[in-house]
């Protein structure tokens, strides 16, 4: 039976030297849960939070199993959990990840500057209540919010930069998780507003506003177009990883 944990201190371990920032939303009880099938003393873990899940330790098909309904993206600790997902998932799309440094120092007039590139017609407001709503209208904006529990959850944990234009969202970057430190970046941009340098803005703006409050901005990279946006700002590529995206 797959139980969720409340102790998570019991798989810390099993999750440990893996750098990425949704597991430790859930660890430190923030955003997301934690699945295991022993509560007593798990030897494997399955972190969840928004669409992402990350299995660790012994390999266990009872927990790979656990997926909660809808689309989701899961990254295995090593080989034997990816060959569990394939057999348990057959028809997830295996794919590229690609994770970027922790540890970036970023040059703060260089992310002022980019909000100068902001075109005539455009305005910058952060994700407020009524944007809150806002976002939620579109599957382009939705995830700059839909992870949080509610409005309410959002208002007071997360952080979020939308680009204006007659009235509609037409890009912005928000934290898609929040753990103590800081927050995992969330950036989207309308197709016909692309080209524009919107979510280069938005970002920038988001990031300054992280590090006012002591927050770090978290980046991991979907494809290499993200990859490259990270870079322009301030960002270091890591290492690419796996992971399986299941309906």
């Not at 399955?46 to 299995?55: D, E, N």
């Not at 799309?93 to 909000?115: C, E, Q, W």
């Not at 950036?187 to 920038?204: M, N, P, Q, W, Y």
Request: glycine residues 6%; proline residues 3%.
């Amino acid at each position: 039976m797959v139980y969720a944990l409340e102790d998570t201190s019991k798989v810390k371990g099993l999750f440990e030297g893996w750098q990425d920032t949704l597991i430790t939303s859930c660890l430190q009880k923030v955003m997301g849960r934690i699945f295991v099938t022993d509560l007593s003393e798990p030897a494997s873990a399955f972190a969840f939070v928004g669409c992402f899940g990350f299995f660790a330790g012994k390999p266990d098909l009872e927990l790979g199993k656990s997926k909660p309904e809808g689309f989701a993206i899961l990254t295995p600790q090593n080989r034997q959990w990816a060959e569990l997902i394939e057999v348990t998932y057959p028809g997830a799309k295996k794919v590229t990840r690609y994770a970027i440094r922790k540890d970036t120092h970023f040059d703060v007039n260089s992310l002022k500057k980019n909000l100068l590139l902001l075109p005539d017609g455009y305005e910058l407001k952060e994700i407020d209540a009524a944007l809150y709503d806002k976002c939620l209208e579109s599957p382009v904006t939705a995830d700059f919010v839909s992870s949080f529990q509610s409005k309410a959850a959002y208002l007071r944990d997360g952080r979020g930069v939308a680009a204006i234009r007659n009235g509609e969202i037409v890009s912005g970057a928000s934290s898609y998780t929040r753990y103590r430190e800081g927050i995992e970046i969330e950036v989207d941009t309308v197709e016909e507003e692309r080209r524009k340098h919107l979510a280069l803005i938005a970002c920038s703006a988001l990031i300054l506003r992280c590090l006012d409050e002591g927050l770090y901005p978290s980046w991991d990279a979907q494809n290499m177009v993200s990859v490259h946006l990270a870079e322009k700002l301030g960002y270091q590529f890591d290492h690419e990883y796996t992971a399986y995206e299941v309906t």
